[in-house]
């Protein structure tokens, strides 16, 4: 009876809301939440506890959807991978906006759940909701694709009193139309890097990849001036530290890219004592133009996210790589790390085209490649890939995708034996995550790398914070603490100034070991 009873009052809230918000008149209170991340590779949930982080990144979408809306409104953000959600956060708002990746799924669906009970309105876009819309028939509006051109169509139908279920486009709206986000939101302390983003779209058609279906393969950049407002609030509000240039393929227009942003960047950052350093995404062509790369580096750029996916030469013709094919793999990484880039590597089993020593050759390109932030993970068709309807013609599609690739779940029938694939994967983590191979790859790559660009170091709090706690955790109670302490002396004694690095990569260690329960 006490349910039912619940239930009727949530109706009854939610009549009288619809009621009187009917008109943009009223400000209306706004809640954004961000669903809470499982434990995967790229949370970094364990490597954080080393600095008193809650989060690696904020949410950018839900902070730039945050500017769009009326300024009046008063907004407030829950970001779950900070902090929890609280009924009275809910009760306080006539609207909860979420936004989420497939990964997220399972908080998502929590928090509409308890959103429901309440009696409050649930208006849901990001990646989730656009591929996966007519899964969610309890939400009350679906902003879906890009927000610039969905929002303010929702907004106009809301001031007239008649908002609709679903809104969709097939257009791609120009970045000019994209405000700073609302970092008033958040408190800068909670998260390791801060983001920003300079382009949607890439050039290339992997056959796995759901970026084109969902930004096209037309590349759209802010413009410089765009860039450098956002670097500039940035530093007035005072952050100092990383920031992630969240593109999916940051060299995607190589032209604006080279003429326009990164002199601006150069410029600003020497006006501004380098006081940011900055990490990416990009295609591995990168490597082919050096005038680009010391662009990067002298941009403040430390670090660059490349999917490389197998060394295999028929699994990259097999998803559409073309990129990747006829050139020297290994060299183009090499090149990047020479001109002081860390690259991050983003390595994929499951083709159809993958041989039996697919494993074994993963392993060794790893190690000898010397990225020692290797993500591997098995292979998965997301909605709207090209690979997902092949996959579907061949009837051999199954029916969860849980958007974690690293949680041993696949979501299609593979040409490889299941078990041998699982029992391949489990091999190659261990072959490169246990820690002998790890500290080795790390030392090797400390080893060689060279300071193309010398930084000021800024020593902060956390870094003494993470050092102790390295000591602790990994140099006393880790079972591996025989090779942190080899890596400590040698680095300090050898390699003084890669210090610093040689901590934060054995951190990395201790999450991905972690992550997967090694030991």
């Given at each position: 009876?006490?349910?039912?009873?619940?239930?009727?009052?949530?109706?009854?809230r939610?009549?009288?809301?619809?009621?009187?918000?009917?008109?943009?008149?009223?400000?209306?209170?706004?809640?954004?939440?961000?669903?809470?991340?499982?434990?995967?590779?790229?949370?970094?949930?364990?490597?954080?506890?080393?600095?008193?982080?809650?989060?690696?990144?904020?949410?950018?979408?839900?902070?730039?959807?945050?500017?769009?809306?009326?300024?009046?409104?008063?907004?407030?953000?829950?970001?779950?991978?900070?902090?929890?959600?609280?009924?009275?956060?809910?009760?306080?708002?006539?609207?909860?906006?979420?936004?989420?990746?497939?990964?997220?799924?399972?908080s998502a669906q929590?928090?509409?759940?308890?959103?429901?009970?309440?009696?409050?309105?649930?208006v849901?876009?990001?990646?989730?909701?656009?591929?996966?819309?007519?899964?969610?028939?309890?939400?009350?509006?679906?902003?879906?694709?890009?927000?610039?051109?969905?929002l303010?169509?929702?907004?106009?139908?809301?001031?007239?009193?008649?908002?609709?279920?679903?809104?969709?486009?097939?257009?791609?709206?120009?970045?000019?139309?994209?405000?700073?986000?609302?970092?008033?939101?958040?408190?800068?302390?909670?998260?390791?890097?801060?983001?920003?983003?300079?382009?949607?779209?890439?050039?290339?058609?992997?056959?796995?990849?759901?970026?084109?279906?969902?930004?096209?393969?037309?590349?759209?950049?802010?413009s410089?001036?765009?860039?450098?407002?956002?670097?500039?609030?940035?530093?007035?509000?005072?952050?100092?530290?990383?920031i992630?240039?969240?593109?999916?393929?940051?060299?995607?227009?190589?032209?604006v890219?080279?003429?326009?942003?990164?002199?601006?960047?150069?410029?600003?950052?020497?006006?501004?004592?380098?006081?940011?350093s900055?990490?990416?995404?990009?295609?591995?062509?990168?490597?082919?133009?050096?005038?680009?790369?010391?662009?990067?580096?002298?941009?403040?750029?430390?670090?660059?996210?490349?999917?490389?996916?197998?060394?295999?030469?028929?699994?990259?013709?097999?998803?559409?790589?073309?990129?990747?094919?006829?050139?020297?793999?290994?060299?183009?990484?090499?090149?990047?790390?020479?001109?002081?880039?860390?690259?991050t590597?983003?390595?994929?089993v499951?083709?159809?085209?993958?041989?039996?020593?697919?494993?074994?050759?993963?392993?060794?390109?790893?190690?000898?490649?010397?990225?020692?932030?290797?993500?591997?993970?098995?292979?998965?068709?997301?909605?709207?890939?090209?690979?997902?309807?092949?996959?579907k013609?061949?009837?051999?599609?199954?029916?969860?995708?849980?958007?974690?690739?690293?949680?041993?779940?696949?979501?299609?029938?593979?040409?490889?034996?299941?078990?041998?694939?699982i029992?391949?994967?489990?091999k190659?983590?261990?072959?490169?995550?246990?820690c002998?191979?790890?500290?080795?790859?790390?030392?090797?790559?400390?080893?060689?790398?060279?300071?193309?660009?010398?930084?000021?170091?800024?020593?902060?709090?956390?870094?003494?914070?993470?050092?102790?706690?390295?000591?602790?955790?990994?140099?006393?109670?880790?079972?591996?603490?025989?090779?942190?302490?080899?890596?400590?002396?040698?680095?300090?004694?050898?390699?003084?100034?890669?210090?610093?690095?040689a901590?934060?990569?054995?951190?990395?260690?201790?999450?991905?070991?972690?992550?997967?329960?090694?030991?």
């Amino acid at each position: 009876m006490r349910k039912k009873e619940q239930k009727n009052k949530a109706l009854e809230r939610k009549e009288k809301n619809y009621s009187e918000n009917s008109s943009l008149e009223k400000n209306l209170k706004i809640l954004l939440v961000y669903p809470e991340y499982p434990e995967t590779f790229w949370s970094f949930r364990y490597a954080l506890q080393f600095v008193s982080k809650r989060a690696a990144y904020p949410p950018l979408g839900l902070l730039t959807v945050a500017s769009l809306l009326p300024p009046s409104w008063p907004k407030r953000l829950v970001d779950l991978n900070v902090r929890p959600l609280k009924d009275s956060d809910i009760a306080w708002a006539d609207y909860v906006f979420i936004s989420a990746m497939v990964v997220q799924k399972k908080s998502a669906q929590d928090v509409i759940r308890r959103c429901r009970q309440q009696g409050v309105r649930i208006v849901a876009g990001g990646p989730l909701f656009t591929e996966y819309w007519a899964d969610y028939p309890e939400v009350d509006h679906l902003i879906l694709n890009e927000a610039e051109i969905t929002l303010p169509l929702f907004l106009q139908d809301l001031r007239q009193g008649n908002p609709q279920k679903v809104y969709q486009s097939s257009d791609f709206p120009a970045l000019s139309l994209t405000p700073p986000p609302l970092w008033s939101l958040i408190r800068f302390r909670d998260y390791m890097s801060m983001n920003l983003q300079f382009s949607r779209g890439c050039p290339f058609d992997c056959e796995f990849c759901d970026i084109t279906a969902l930004y096209g393969r037309r590349v759209r950049v802010k413009s410089a001036e765009q860039v450098i407002n956002e670097l500039e609030n940035l530093y007035e509000l005072g952050w100092r530290g990383n920031i992630f240039f969240v593109d999916d393929n940051f060299i995607g227009n190589k032209k604006v890219l080279k003429k326009e942003v990164l002199p601006a960047m150069i410029e600003w950052m020497r006006k501004r004592k380098h006081p940011f350093s900055f990490n990416t995404e990009a295609s591995i062509n990168l490597s082919d133009d050096d005038e680009l790369i010391q662009m990067m580096v002298k941009a403040g750029f430390v670090s660059v996210f490349v999917g490389i996916e197998s060394p295999d030469l028929d699994s990259l013709k097999e998803c559409h790589k073309f990129q990747n094919i006829k050139r020297d793999l290994l060299g183009s990484v090499r090149k990047l790390q020479a001109y002081g880039l860390e690259v991050t590597g983003g390595f994929i089993v499951g083709f159809d085209h993958d041989p039996p020593h697919i494993f074994h050759k993963q392993i060794e390109f790893i190690q000898k490649s010397k990225i020692v932030t290797a993500m591997v993970g098995l292979l998965n068709a997301p909605r709207n890939t090209r690979l997902y309807q092949r996959l579907k013609k061949e009837g051999r599609l199954l029916p969860h995708l849980t958007g974690n690739n690293t949680d041993f779940t696949i979501n299609f029938i593979p040409k490889m034996d299941y078990q041998v694939l699982i029992d391949g994967y489990r091999k190659i983590i261990e072959g490169i995550y246990s820690c002998r191979p790890y500290y080795q790859r790390v030392k090797e790559y400390l080893a060689q790398k060279s300071l193309s660009v010398r930084r000021p170091f800024r020593l902060r709090l956390y870094h003494l914070e993470a050092l102790v706690k390295s000591i602790f955790l990994l140099g006393i109670k880790d079972k591996g603490r025989l090779y942190y302490w080899k890596l400590f002396w040698w680095t300090l004694l050898r390699k003084p100034t890669q210090f610093p690095q040689a901590i934060i990569f054995s951190i990395y260690g201790y999450h991905f070991r972690k992550v997967f329960r090694l030991q």
